[in-house]
C-alpha cells in the first residue's frame, strides 16, 4: 500500500544552519505530496505541497521537489531560525485511494540561538 | 474564512465512559478525516467522511465511529474508554481532490483516567 517514510528525529541545530529532512515514499498511482507543520499545542499546518514530479513547493524559505526517480520529497531550508522548532510531517495523498492521506512519523526540529 | 473547528478543546474522562467529539470542517469542505495523534504511534488515521458516507477507515477497534451531517459537521464517538485512548485528536477537512490539501482544526485533547 501506499506509504511515507522520514528521517528520525530529533534533530537539533544551530540558528542559520542548512536543514534537511529527508523523505520517501510508496505510491501505487501518482501521488501529491505534502510537508505540513505542527507547532506546540497546535494542529498541522499546510507548509508546502507539489502535485506532480519535477515540481518544487516553497514557502516561508523552505522547499522541496517531487522527484519521481528516487520516490523522494525532501525539505530543505538554507537557513533556519529559532521559530522554526516544530514537528515536520511529510504526506501524499493519491486519487486511486480515495484521496486518503498517508502521513510520516514526524520529525522534531528543534533550532538552538 | 473561518478555519476548521473542534470541541470541546480539551475533555478529561474515567475508563469505561464514552466521549464525543465534534468538527465543523471549513466551508464548503465535504471531506472530513480524523486523526489520533500520541507521542509513542504518532499520526494515525481514523476514517475519512464524504457526503455523509464514511469512505475510508483506519485500523482502529469498533469502539472507534464516527459521522457526518448534512452540512459537512462531523463527529467522532469512542466508547468504554481505555487509558490507552488518551491523545490529542485531529480533525481535518478537505475539497474532494488528492491535489487539495487538508486543512486541520486545533484538536480535541483527551485524558481518560
Known amino acids: 500500500g501506499d506509504s511515507v517514510t522520514q528521517m528520525e528525529g530529533p534533530v537539533t541545530l544551530s540558528e542559520e544552519a542548512f536543514l534537511t529532512i529527508n523523505c520517501t515514499y510508496t505510491a501505487t498511482g501518482y501521488p501529491s505530496l505534502f510537508w505540513y507543520v505542527q507547532y506546540p499545542g497546535e494542529g498541522l499546518q499546510l507548509l508546502l505541497k507539489?502535485?506532480?514530479?519535477?515540481d518544487k513547493g516553497s514557502n516561508k524559505g523552505f522547499e522541496a521537489t517531487y522527484r519521481k526517480e528516487t520516490t523522494s520529497f525532501h525539505l530543505e531550508k538554507g537557513s533556519v531560525q529559532v521559530s522554526d522548532s516544530a514537528v515536520y510531517f511529510c504526506a501524499l495523498s493519491a486519487l486511486n485511494t480515495g484521496n486518503q492521506f498517508y502521513f510520516g512519523t514526524g520529525t522534531s526540529l528543534t533550532v538552538i540561538p | 474564512k473561518a478555519g476548521v473547528t473542534q470541541t470541546p478543546r480539551y475533555l478529561i474522562k474515567t475508563r469505561g465512559q464514552q466521549v464525543t467529539l465534534s468538527c465543523s470542517p471549513i466551508?464548503?469542505?465535504?471531506?472530513v478525516s480524523w486523526y489520533q495523534q500520541t507521542p509513542g504511534q504518532g499520526l494515525q488515521f481514523l476514517f475519512e467522511y464524504f457526503s455523509e458516507t464514511q469512505r475510508n477507515k483506519g485500523n482502529f477497534p469498533g469502539r472507534f465511529s464516527g459521522r457526518q451531517f448534512s452540512n459537512s459537521r462531523s463527529e467522532m464517538n469512542v466508547s468504554t474508554l481505555e487509558l490507552g485512548d488518551s491523545a490529542l485528536y485531529l480533525c481535518?477537512?478537505?475539497?474532494?481532490?488528492?491535489?487539495?490539501?487538508?486543512?486541520f482544526g486545533p484538536g480535541t485533547r483527551l485524558t481518560v483516567l
Open positions: 466551508s464548503g469542505h465535504r471531506s
Open positions: 507539489a502535485t506532480k514530479a519535477d
Open positions: 481535518a477537512s478537505s475539497l474532494d481532490s488528492a491535489y487539495n490539501e487538508q486543512f
